[in-house]
């Protein structure tokens, strides 16, 4: 293990003394600027924000303001929780508050109203909201970076196999001064996590040197920055349209800042929320959704990470809980279970091979991420991955304490028809396997008619003890909270005989 570790720790520390001067650098701004306190907003899944707020007031020990406008907290942070933000689980997009009117006072007419938002743009406190833009940028552009060199190489690939052997040869120059590399690639039996490693490792070193050209082309030739405006817009009394406000304020922005406007190859968003007659100014912090960590391999209905998350956290997971995910698709859930509640184990679950496949390769993705991040081998995640009958489960009775799964809702799976036969039989199946007066299930539903007519027949062993509605694609489903009652379990056969059928 010792040959491991330190052959490991030198091919990650390969840029430690290019980029040296460069860290302490972007320290010595952070240190001066610390203590400067911003508003960050966060977009939620819907029906999920009181759990979004919980986990900042825990993890920043800030407080938290659930917007009106569904879907948005706020909360107050010094510059340097900003990193710390980036890791949260619960929120899909963050963006620096500029300023807040909680009652803007729109005029009647739509050109009164449009000359308002070009007004305001000379009069916000634009300084701080840049300079928090200005931090995050210096860390948000590596994950940015490091993504178009992925899609780069993966391009190579599939288009053009001289491009590939190019990439591979670039590869083994960067390699061979390294003597112990093949070490660490030798520890990797699977060939398709042998590859991924070398890719992964590769495009950091990749990434790294860009950053250091283009960090140097930066200081030679400034450029103007390129923005955008977006505004989204919620209300029924307003006389203009979110594009209408967005042209007429990102014009009013151009001529302040005299930035170049580009809708799609933007440096800077800016954000003009609107909700009835609350109007928020922001700056966006984020590229894209930070739903996307986990998932490599997608199926036909793969869960948002970050509705995944807000789903265990409503079970309570205890240490060394087992909990179980009986239909997991590609293991969204069960992969984020592992990821932030390492004490628990997880099973991910399903009968059909291709979703127990994608789930496999997705925990083997996120372990090879895990093992490059801490720079050494480590013995695995807690999780496990098999394909099994949701009907009969090959589990012992009162053996797991939670299960947490995203029911077919009968639409790109299954069918409404099937779920009136599929809801009970699911339901007593999980009774029998979860602990009796402990257990726990958190079960997510758009076909909330056929769950609650299945849930009747089955009061005997479960207690609904909440309902959190959200808002899964567009559509309005259900989370079921419910708890197992100290009844024990008795099969079907032995039930009929004493009280006749329950559906």
Same mark, same amino acid.
């Given at each position: 293990?010792?040959?491991?570790?330190?052959?490991?720790?030198?091919?990650?520390?390969? *840029? $430690?003394?290019?980029?040296?001067?460069?860290?302490?650098?972007?320290?010595?701004?952070? +240190?001066? /600027?610390?203590? =400067?306190?911003?508003?960050?907003?966060?977009?939620?899944?819907?029906?999920?924000?009181?759990?979004?707020?919980?986990?900042?007031?825990?993890?920043?020990?800030?407080?938290?303001?659930?917007?009106?406008?569904?879907?948005?907290?706020?909360?107050?942070?010094?510059?340097?929780?900003?990193?710390?933000?980036?890791?949260?689980?619960?929120?899909? *997009? $963050?963006?620096?508050?500029?300023?807040?009117?909680?009652?803007?006072?729109?005029?009647? +007419?739509? /050109?009164?109203? =449009?000359?308002?938002?070009?007004?305001?743009?000379?009069?916000?406190?634009?300084?701080?909201?840049?300079?928090?833009?200005?931090?995050?940028?210096?860390?948000?552009?590596?994950?940015?970076?490091?993504?178009?060199?992925?899609q780069n190489s993966s391009k190579g690939k599939i288009n053009n196999g001289q491009e590939v052997k190019i990439d591979q040869r670039n590869d083994k120059k960067d390699f061979t001064s390294h003597a112990l590399d093949s070490h660490i690639l030798d520890y990797y039996e699977n060939p398709a996590i042998r590859e991924e490693v070398s890719t992964l490792v590769g495009d950091d070193l990749a990434s790294c040197k860009d950053e250091t050209d283009e960090s140097s082309k930066e200081e030679t030739e400034p450029q103007v920055l390129k923005f955008r405006v977006t505004c989204n817009r919620a209300g029924e009394k307003h006389c203009f349209t979110s594009n209408e406000a967005a042209r007429d304020f990102g014009g009013a922005v151009q001529d302040y800042f005299k930035w170049k406007a580009d809708m799609t190859n933007f440096d800077v968003e800016v954000l003009l929320n609107i909700h009835d007659n609350e109007v928020i100014v922001g700056i966006a912090l984020t590229e894209e959704s930070l739903h996307r960590r986990n998932i490599t391999h997608f199926g036909p209905t793969t869960l948002?990470?970050?509705?995944?998350?807000?789903?265990l956290r409503l079970c309570d997971p205890l240490p060394y809980d087992i909990i179980v995910d009986p239909m997991c698709g590609t293991g969204a859930i069960p992969i984020e279970g592992a990821t932030e509640w390492s004490d628990c184990f997880h099973i991910a679950g399903d009968n059909n091979p291709l979703a127990v496949n994608r789930a496999a390769n997705n925990i083997a993705s996120l372990l090879t991420k895990s093992q490059i991040k801490e720079g050494k081998p480590s013995w695995g995640l807690p999780i496990d991955a098999?394909?099994?009958?949701?009907?009969?489960?090959?589990?012992?009775?009162?053996?797991?304490?939670?299960?947490?799964?995203?029911?077919?809702f009968g639409k790109r799976v299954g069918s409404k028809k099937r779920n009136w036969n599929l809801y009970p039989a699911c339901l007593r199946e999980m009774s029998r396997v979860c602990t009796p007066t402990t257990g726990r299930a958190v079960l997510l539903t758009q076909d909330t008619k056929c769950f609650t007519k299945a849930l009747s027949g089955m009061r005997h062993v479960w207690r609904k003890v909440d309902t959190v509605w959200v808002n899964v694609g567009g559509l309005r489903a259900a989370v079921y909270v419910l708890l197992r009652t100290p009844e024990a379990f008795v099969h079907p056969s032995e039930q009929d005989g004493e009280r006749g059928t329950l559906w």
């Open positions: 293990m010792c040959d491991i570790e330190e052959a490991t720790n030198q091919l990650l520390d390969v *840029n $430690l003394h290019e980029n040296q001067r460069s860290v302490r650098l972007t320290e010595s701004d952070l +240190t001066s /600027e610390s203590e =400067l306190l911003v508003t960050i907003g966060a977009t939620v899944p819907t029906g999920f924000e009181q759990t979004a707020a919980d986990e900042v007031r825990e993890k920043l020990g800030s407080p938290c303001k659930i917007s009106r406008d569904r879907g948005k907290i706020y909360f107050v942070i010094s510059l340097e929780s900003l990193a710390q933000v980036h890791c949260l689980r619960s929120v899909d *997009n $963050l963006f620096v508050v500029v300023q807040e009117f909680q009652n803007y006072q729109f005029k009647k +007419t739509k /050109e009164e109203v =449009l000359k308002d938002f070009e007004d305001l743009a000379g009069k916000l406190p634009w300084s701080n909201p840049l300079k928090v833009w200005k931090i995050n940028d210096s860390f948000k552009k590596k994950k940015a970076k490091r993504k178009k060199i992925n948002r990470s970050t509705l995944a998350y807000g789903m098999v394909q099994w009958d949701i009907c009969n489960l090959p589990l012992r009775t009162g053996s797991v304490d939670i299960i947490v799964t995203d029911l077919p």
